[in-house]
């Protein structure tokens, strides 16, 4: 793991192990205090749990008080989850973004089905023949395109409705 945007004058074995101990077990620290830190990081080993999300950054505070963002740059890293930082997924095949796509598309089909059923009623509630007849009788047939009944002879339905109930 690379540590990055570590105030030059903090960069001590101790704070590096500290630092590194965030992510997981820290094996070797690549960083010699005796000698001119020449990159702007520095490389530690570390033993982590790949199930758990890679954490990219860490606020840290310094013993001045200053508080720096320290930046974590994972080095030969195969298969990398970009959405919820774990390792032993792609981000296509993420669980979070699956389930996401798969709920969405459960909503569109229960909206579509809702629209459809509401938009396809010949019979509302404010029709005479609502309760007389039921919906699969006067409904459009699903292999013709037509309507069950003819719309004259609804229309003289409810007209003898009408008379018979006025």
Known sequence: VQIRNLP????????ILDIGE???VVTEIAFDDTKTQSQPYVRVKILF???HPLRKSKLI???SGEEVTVDFFFEKVQMRCYNCQRLNHAREVCPLLVKARQDKASARRSNAH??????NLVLKKTDPLYGVLQEEQVGVNPLT??????????????????????
């Open 49 to 51: 749990n790949v199930a």
């Open 8 to 15: 030059v004058n903090n960069y001590r074995t101790q704070t």
């Open 145 to 166: 395109g037509r309507l069950k009944i003819d719309p004259d002879v609804l229309e003289e339905m409810r007209r003898y409705l009408i008379l018979v109930n006025g």
């Open 61 to 63: 505070e310094l013993p």
């Open 22 to 24: 965030i992510l997981g």
């Open 114 to 119: 809702a629209d459809l059923s509401d938009v």
